[in-house]
């Protein structure tokens, strides 16, 4: 399995940023996909994560609101859309998929990870 996240930059506060990550080597709407992030020094954290089916979602507190996840499974590509962004939202973001097709908001429900990608919000 791999998964390929892109997308990631520089933006000043108040601006927007989608990331995208293309997955192959699963049957890709058998999985639901997640979203998660880990700042310097802090603990990796869930941001949302989509169902197999592309039909629910959930979100973290933080990202309710401004940021949104979709998925284009005859692409096997899924992508976060981030909106406002905030100091506070530079990580390194990773995707990944679940071992399951329902909506996963604990890392253990996730077996394949990305390489993760960079974002940073500073003016």
């Known amino acids: 399995v791999q998964l390929q996240a892109s997308g990631g930059g520089l933006v000043q506060p108040g601006g927007s940023l989608r990331l995208s990550c293309v997955v192959s080597g699963i049957s890709f709407s058998n999985h639901a996909m997640g979203w998660f992030r880990q700042a310097p020094g802090r603990e990796r954290e869930f941001v949302g994560s989509i169902s197999g089916s592309g039909l629910s979602e959930s979100y973290s507190r933080f990202a309710q609101a401004r940021f949104i996840i979709s998925r284009d499974n005859a692409k096997n590509t899924v992508s976060l859309q981030m909106n406002n962004l905030r100091p506070e939202d530079t990580a390194v973001y990773f995707c990944?998929?679940?071992?399951?097709?329902?909506?996963?908001?604990?890392?253990?429900?996730?077996?394949?990870w990305g390489q993760g990608t960079q974002v940073t919000v500073s003016s």
């Open positions: 990944a998929a679940a071992k399951g097709g329902v909506v996963a908001l604990d890392d253990e429900e996730y077996d394949a």
